[in-house]
């Protein structure tokens, strides 16, 4: 899942704090990465871990330029995991991966600054 991103976005709508708390924002492990060519824009598909609550999901990236494959397995990601499942292409996105953009526009993932057990949520 992806949403358009823009390094100079004004701020949001102010919501309260129980509409936070229904985005359920959690860590996991890619543990899968490979192109999609089939993609309007470069970008990945990614299997992440979220741990023995939710499992695997699958998402696409569009991290082409700051990342390569190999780099990918084995990495933490934050991801939105109550969403919808997005049909991107030929492909079932399941949760949204964040990031953030860098000077250029293109996406740095959402980490945590030390390994965490995958499925850790967000508060």
Known sequence: MHLTHDTAAPTAATIDFDQFLAIDIRVGTIVEACDFPEARKPAYRLTIDFG???GCKA???QITENYALADLIGRQVVAVVNFPPRQIGPTM???LTLGFPDAHGH?????PSATVPNGGRLF
């Open 59 to 61: 998402s696409s990236a």
């Open 52 to 54: 023995p609550t939710i």
């Open 93 to 95: 996105s399941e949760v």
């Open 107 to 111: 996406v740095v993932l959402v980490t």
